[in-house]
């Protein structure tokens, strides 16, 4: 146990050895967004929900997902997703769901909810480790036949340990997947939770049907919209966005005989008079072999590419929610007066595509105390924790609010009837950790979401100005309508006449004002879309 | 480059493959620190003086380290960092630099500043992604031979490329490493820098002499204390801080013929009679192999080690710094007037032993101006980033710091002329990311650094108190001495007498009055270290 003290080198290195991914986040699995019961619940959840739902739209179905959380003795829960989706083949169960970094998402160019292959399989070593128990998975990709596992997680070598398998043959012909798994963790219906986290799934996905049966009963989410957005794109690297590291590696494992070939190949948006072009800048020849370039050439070549004019990487690679689904999904939450959306126009980061979208839900039912409410979105995923570390968080506090008609004090979240929703929707959304709660804050992303806050926050103005005038008037308007009888009186007196006839004519008065006034507030309804 | 939409599960199974960890870490440099230029130039020289420091320590070698940072072409640095450390053996360089989650800290429960096997890699990862170039490396483990290393990283397999390698026979005998390597960064100094980072590594490691050659010139950082604290030990884990899927994989694995001698054996804090208590609590035959036991036994056996009565886990594998070298530290680089420390006793989280330590620095030629300086050390490693998300500053910004006599704002940093070090010693630090910049917030940490913050707010408390009764005396005596002639000229004309006599009489009152005040001072100052 104990060692003696002034080991040497070759007592040093013989201590070193590889450390299994799976052992690495199993010890760190605050990473993974295991920090406490509470939160593991929500992210067991929410990483099997993020996979049925990729499955499904991959595959152009409109999901239908089942979402069940059982008490399952002191502290432990029996937790099951279900989906509509398109299933897994018998082989491929144990590999995506038994091993860590393993997946598909991570080397493709599109917007998806998961990227690393590091979450569904995360969800079943966080489970074995605070039960010891296996989970089960049944699939069927709509062939008959239907899979059934019991798996794992051998932590020492991230691989996955078969625990049980066989096919059930009881003839049904369905497609999707099962998953179920028990796992110590802490059910709380507050502001960080599960229901909370399933309802703004709902509002960010409003055609997808969920049906959540919790420890207190069942909820229906059903779908708003019946229609898949589109499928977003798989594209190549754009020029702008490479590092000269991965360069070299493209270069060298290129299958492009030219380097001309090999940029309009390999790169988006290079046609043969930029590659040329490309080629002159760097002083390179054109037609020779990507593999035969050194290092220098490489630099020379990667600096070329950050200087010669080039289209913005396409951007149907992004599947925006649009400024109707967006608006749609808060109505559907939440009882306002007022609301309003700003869509960006697709931008850059590090050459990543990505697009900025707000919208605003105002008055109404909402609460007039306290903070306003935020819903922060990433590629349709909502983020409940790490709040104070997120871009979306920063650009809201760093904007004015007092000027759009909300209470503000210092950079703080502002005050007011209000419930703000930014989505963020990229090829690669950049996470400050692997539990993806928080985007890092990238200058330009910060920028793109205050051009959109400013957007929603000028429409926001133009409502509560109009609607404190128009207030303003009605109070003005009660105030004549109780001292009219008396101002007739006194005129009547001054002028020797009778009050009535009098009184009349500034009851009419009066009504003429307050059409004018009711016309006024009127023009500014055309921008409640409420 | 476009697919068809609706891919079948078949389809979506071909596109599944295995992310190395090191393609996965590239991807997500943020991650590791490397987010920007600044931070980036930082991080390499934190990863590879922490890796110096270490190997030092663990050979019993008072630490020598030089550092180099000397500018290389347009946001390009040339870095290098060379120690007196055991050096390492010929075999073990390339995997122990080539290869990501490749170490021997990972494995150990004891305190040291590495521990995932990432850093030193990670450093050669981002060298090789902005440069190209590989990192060369030149050792000695004091054998007469001279290892040197031209290395980059196969991102693709994780596996260490060996661009060069030869002996370098030139008949010197020397122990160490040297690590060279060009980067992409951009050098500042200002408050979160390379000179502010080494400069408090100087603090918290007085014992190590640090040259620092940087592009404005060199500065010396030379040791203030000749002795390296001791060795921390290794222990084994104590049975409260295992968890249920870690129990199960050490039953399995391990080389103990029974279970009570498995308890024994395998753990810290359990002797035969506390082996035998647990098995007779779980209803299990002590005399049973551990291989044998099912999940459910594992289970009763998990509860039953949490319900027995055990000693704490031993704390001979902490090394805090002390009161003497904490307060040896701030002298050398705060002129203050006074100084305190704290020191807690060690504490447990997740059955991790940690140990909190604070010292406060006031007054004096510190700024009065702004808020206080917080230095953030965790196992002597400076943190220079992520504070808001930091378990220490959460415990700063929510101690009550106006009744110790600092002016604070709702939940933030006090302002006033003070630094605090709080420095948290543990066998594994949680930090919230792999860059190692913020601690986790468990509650039990924040208790241990407020309880040591509340320690030394009542010294500064009573020093600062005393401090302003002192000057208010002082204040009045001056008031006292302008007015005492006129005060006796007016007595003597009320009493008919010689102004002359009473002035003196009156200031002999006045003298024993301040001798009293003063004396009252001096008790203070002992409180001064300063």
């Known amino acids: 146990m104990v060692e003696k003290p002034g080991k040497t080198a070759q007592?040093?290195?013989?201590?070193?050895?590889?450390v299994a991914v799976s052992?690495?986040?199993e010890k760190n699995r605050h990473l993974l967004g295991y920090d406490n019961p509470t939160k593991a619940l929500l992210t067991v959840i929410k990483e099997l929900v993020d996979n049925s739902l990729d499955a499904c739209e991959e595959t152009r179905i409109l999901p239908r997902v089942w979402i069940e959380i059982k008490p399952d003795g002191a502290d432990r829960f029996r937790v099951m997703v279900k989906d509509n989706g398109p299933g897994m083949t018998d082989k491929q169960i144990p590999l995506a769901l038994g091993k860590l970094l393993y997946g598909s998402k991570f080397f493709k160019l599109?917007?998806?909810?998961?990227?690393?292959?590091?979450?569904?399989?995360?969800?079943?070593?966080?489970?074995?480790?605070?039960?010891?128990?296996?989970?089960?998975?049944?699939?069927?990709?709509?062939?008959?036949?239907?899979?059934?596992?019991?798996?794992?997680?051998?932590?020492?070598?991230?691989?996955?340990?078969?625990?049980?398998?066989?096919?059930?043959?009881?003839?049904?012909?369905?497609?999707?997947?099962?998953v179920e798994m028990t796992i110590e963790g802490r059910y709380v219906e507050s502001r960080k939770s599960v229901p909370e986290y399933i309802k703004q799934v709902a509002i960010a996905n409003p055609y997808a049907n969920i049906t959540f049966d919790g420890p207190n009963g069942r909820v229906e989410f059903p779908r708003t919209a019946n229609e898949l957005p589109p499928l977003p794109k798989e594209?190549?690297?754009?020029?702008?966005?490479?590092?000269?590291?991965?360069?070299?590696?493209?270069?060298?494992?290129?299958?492009?005989?030219?380097?001309?070939?090999?940029?309009?190949?390999?790169?988006?948006?290079?046609?043969?008079?930029?590659?040329?072009?490309?080629?002159?800048?760097?002083?390179?020849?054109?037609?020779?072999?990507?593999?035969?370039?050194?290092?220098t050439d490489t630099e020379k070549l990667f600096k070329a590419m950050q200087k010669t004019k080039l289209i913005r990487p396409p951007t149907d690679c992004l599947s925006p929610l649009g400024e109707d689904l967006l608006i749609k999904g808060l109505k559907k939450e939440f009882k306002a007066e007022f609301f309003a959306s700003v869509t960006r126009p697709p931008a850059v980061y590090?050459?990543?595509?990505?697009?900025?979208?707000?919208?605003?839900?105002?008055?109404?039912?909402?609460?007039?105390?306290?903070?306003?409410?935020?819903?922060?979105?990433?590629?349709?995923?909502?983020?409940?924790?790490?709040?104070?570390?997120?871009?979306?968080?920063?650009?809201?506090?760093?904007?004015?609010?007092?000027?759009?008609?909300?209470?503000?004090?210092?950079?703080?979240?502002?005050?007011?009837?209000?419930?703000?929703?930014?989505?963020?929707?990229?090829?690669?959304?950049?996470?400050?950790?692997?539990?993806?709660?928080?985007?890092?804050?990238?200058?330009?992303?910060?920028?793109?979401?205050?051009?959109?806050?400013?957007?929603?926050?000028?429409?926001?103005?133009?409502?509560?100005?109009?609607?404190r005038k128009a207030e303003m008037q009605k109070k003005r308007k009660e105030i004549f309508d109780r001292y009219l009888p008396e101002v007739a009186k006194a005129v009547g007196k001054l002028t020797d006449k009778k009050p009535e006839p009098i009184l009349n004519k500034l009851k009419g008065i009066l009504k003429n004002y307050a059409k004018v006034s009711e016309d006024g507030r009127g023009k500014e309804k055309t921008e409640n879309s409420g």
């Open 23 to 25: 052992e690495f986040f």
């Open 235 to 295: 594209i190549k690297p754009h020029p702008y966005g490479v590092e000269l590291g991965i360069l070299r590696r493209m270069l060298k494992s290129s299958k492009s005989r030219t380097v001309a070939s090999f940029l309009m190949n390999d790169f988006s948006r290079v046609g043969g008079g930029s590659a040329k072009e490309i080629c002159k800048l760097a002083d390179i020849d054109s037609k020779i072999s990507p593999q035969r370039l050194e290092i």
């Open 110 to 178: 599109r917007q998806s909810r998961g990227t690393q292959g590091i979450g569904a399989s995360g969800t079943i070593l966080y489970s074995q480790l605070t039960t010891g128990k296996p989970t089960t998975i049944i699939a069927s990709t709509g062939n008959g036949k239907t899979s059934y596992y019991e798996i794992m997680i051998d932590v020492k070598k991230n691989d996955p340990e078969i625990v049980s398998h066989q096919f059930i043959e009881d003839g049904k012909i369905w497609h999707g997947m099962k």
């Open 350 to 467: 590090r050459g990543n595509p990505f697009q900025i979208e707000v919208a605003v839900a105002y008055g109404g039912e909402l609460p007039q105390e306290g903070s306003i409410k935020v819903l922060r979105i990433t590629n349709r995923v909502p983020l409940l924790y790490q709040e104070g570390d997120c871009a979306i968080t920063k650009s809201i506090i760093t904007t004015d609010w007092r000027r759009y008609g909300l209470s503000q004090s210092g950079r703080s979240i502002p005050v007011g009837p209000a419930v703000i929703i930014v989505h963020l929707a990229s090829v690669w959304v950049p996470y400050i950790s692997e539990s993806k709660q928080a985007v890092a804050s990238y200058p330009v992303i910060i920028k793109e979401i205050k051009l959109a806050l400013q957007g929603i926050g000028r429409n926001l103005q133009r409502h509560v100005s109009g609607k």
């Open 11 to 18: 007592e040093m290195a013989r201590d070193h050895r590889e």
